[in-house]
Structures are given as C-alpha cells and as structure tokens.
C-alpha cells in the first residue's frame, strides 16, 4: 500500500482517481494502527477500482485535522474525490468488501413507497429472535431472503468474514449489516 507523504500528495491521489479511496491513518506506536496495516496487506483482490493508500499521522500532520480525525487507526473513505465516510478503529476486510458495494436497485417497495434495493436475513435453527425479525420484516410487507447458516457452513463463513460476527439474527439491508433483532436500526435502514 502506498504511502502518502504531504498534504499535496493526498490532494492528487484525492483529484487524480476515480472510483474509491481509503486513506488508512496510523501511527507507528499504535498496535491496533499496526494490526490495520497488516489486514489491508493481506488484502488478496481488491476491486480494480479501489485505491489504498496509507498516511502515518506523527509524520505527517497537517491532513487529520481537517477531516475530525483525533485517533488512530481511522480509515478516511473517498468515492470519485468526495468524502463518504470515516471508520475509527480495527475492521477486517470483509467489512471493507461490504462497504464498497454499489448494491443492484430492484423494483420492491414497502409500504413507505422507498425502495428496498435487497434484504437478506440471515438465521439459525435454534434462534427465536430470526423469528421475530422476519415476521416484522413479513408485516411491513418487505421481500427478504432467507440463509440459514446452521445449515450452510460456507455461508457462515461468509458471514464471520463481513461482520466478525457469529450470532444470529443479522440482517443485510442494502449492504449494511445489523446484528441481532434491533429495531430502530433496521427501521433507519429502511427509512420509515
């Protein structure tokens, strides 16, 4: 991964691409900082249009500041030269593959008239919360996709992989993951 060395060169790689950008900030004294480096190192395929760079933030200090960063590790996430998001702290990659997918619109609507772009609900065998969320999901009226990972070893793989997670429920609404049965994030994820 590259390394970013003045406040001029993260503004190029900033104008110059197209397509995603992670900044990774770190400091040589941080484990987590360094734990953050290696996953991103282990990175296998990245997308062709994701570009990763690293900036060591003892060295060079005159860029955190103005994007809010007050620690370290922190992944600064561009697309096409705009600010989209900042990450604090340690997530693998599978959070990282999950963040930078453009999920396919389709035609559903809920009740709210928004459009839901894909649900999946992720459950298990023993699991009375899968019920409940997918009977809420049911009564709004929602198209959702089933994968029981009690029986699908390589999708719970999968899933640890995104989230870090194992328990059940988790539901990926439009790409974003919520663990467990928490309404409130669902309904913001859903938009009602």
Request: proline share 6%; with cysteine; net charge neutral.
């Amino acid at each position: 991964m590259p390394g970013i060395n003045s406040r001029e060169e993260f503004i190029h790689a900033v104008a110059k691409k197209e397509g995603w950008q992670l900044f990774v900030f770190y400091t040589d004294t941080s484990a987590k900082s360094m734990q953050l480096l290696e996953e991103f190192e282990k990175w296998e395929n990245p997308p062709k249009d994701v570009f990763l760079y690293s900036i060591n933030a003892s060295q060079i200090r005159d860029i955190h500041p103005d994007y809010g960063i007050t620690s370290v590790p922190a992944v600064l996430v561009f697309k096409n030269g705009e600010k989209i998001n900042l990450i604090y702290g340690f997530q693998n990659i599978g959070y990282y593959e999950n963040l930078l997918v453009d999920p396919e619109p389709s035609s559903h609507a809920g009740d709210s008239g928004k459009k839901v772009q894909r649900i999946v609900v992720y459950t298990s065998d023993s699991c009375p919360w899968c019920n409940k969320a997918k009977d809420y999901l049911k009564g709004l009226k929602l198209p959702f996709k089933e994968v029981n990972v009690s029986r699908n070893q390589a999708e719970a793989d999968k899933l640890v992989k995104r989230t870090g997670q194992t328990g059940t429920p988790q539901l990926d609404i439009n790409g974003k993951y919520v663990v467990g049965f928490d309404k409130p994030k669902i309904d913001a994820l859903l938009g009602i």
